[in-house]
T-cell receptor
Framework: DVKVTQSSRYLVKRTGEKVFLECVQD?????MFWYRQDPGLGLRLIYFSYDVKMKEKGDIPEGYSVSREKKERFSLILESASTNQTSMYLC??????????????FGSGTQLSVL | SQQGEEDPQALSIQEGENATMNCSYKTSINNLQWYRQNSGRGLVHLILIRSNEREKHSGRLRVTLDTSKKSSSLLITASRAADTASYFCATATFQGAQKLVFGQGTRLTINP
């Protein structure tokens, strides 16, 4: 089975800290995604990547950056954490269309609290 | 931007009954997918229906797609307590990277 692993289940940080959220997938997927989930707002796409060193902004990239140096790893960076970035962060991966199913495989999520 | 809008936002039924959730979207799609999320966990893919398909089945799940009305429905038959979860529809509008846009979800509660 595909496994998408997020490094932390719960994380508590202080305002202004630089925060790294790590995600690793073990199925050689081309595509990787970072979503945040907030009550009443559903899932919103922050950034995605369709290849190593390639990235594209999603719907809410402000305040975030990403890094994909290796195919299996996609990192989300909060340069200076703020309280409005308190949220559940979900990483996902998928095959490139034509190479298999287009469905997303999700990690278990990281609940980030910024105090 | 929110593409899929689920209806109802919450649904509570008795075990053994059927549960129907609806999803509406605004723009043309390549495919529509349904996901389940147990409380506080990641999402799990349930079923994918392509824009040229009208109905698809997987076990106790039945999905329909009406592209003329830009809507889809998810039917869960003979519900079980383990079906209690949030259900999300997601639409793929960009072929390249399969960027999915999710709705806000339907919270389904199955009462024993």
């Amino acid at each position: 089975d595909v496994k998408v692993t997020q490094s932390s289940r719960y994380l508590v940080k202080r305002t202004g800290e630089k925060v790294f959220l790590e995600c690793v997938q073990d199925m050689d997927h081309e595509n990787m995604f970072w979503y945040r989930q907030d009550p009443g707002l559903g899932l919103r796409l922050i950034y995605f990547s369709y290849d190593v060193k390639m990235k594209e902004k999603g719907d809410i990239p402000e305040g975030y950056s990403v890094s994909r140096e290796k195919k299996e790893r996609f990192s989300l960076i909060l340069e200076s954490a703020s309280t409005n970035q308190t949220s559940m962060y979900l990483c996902a991966s998928s095959f490139y269309p034509g190479q298999g199913s287009e469905k997303l495989f999700f990690g278990s999520g990281t609940q980030l609290s910024v105090l | 931007s929110q593409q899929g809008e689920e209806d109802p936002q919450a649904l509570s039924i008795q075990e053994g009954e059927n549960a129907t959730m609806n999803c509406s979207y605004k723009t043309s799609i390549n495919n529509l997918q349904w996901y389940r999320q147990n409380s506080g966990r990641g999402l799990v893919h349930l079923i994918l229906i392509r824009s040229n398909e009208r109905e698809k089945h997987s076990g106790r799940l039945r999905v329909t797609l009406d592209t003329s009305k830009k809507s889809s429905s998810l039917l869960i038959t003979a519900s079980r307590a383990a079906d209690t979860a949030s259900y999300f529809c997601a639409t793929a509008t960009f072929q390249g990277a399969q960027k999915l846009v999710f709705g806000q979800g339907t919270r389904l509660t199955i009462n024993p």
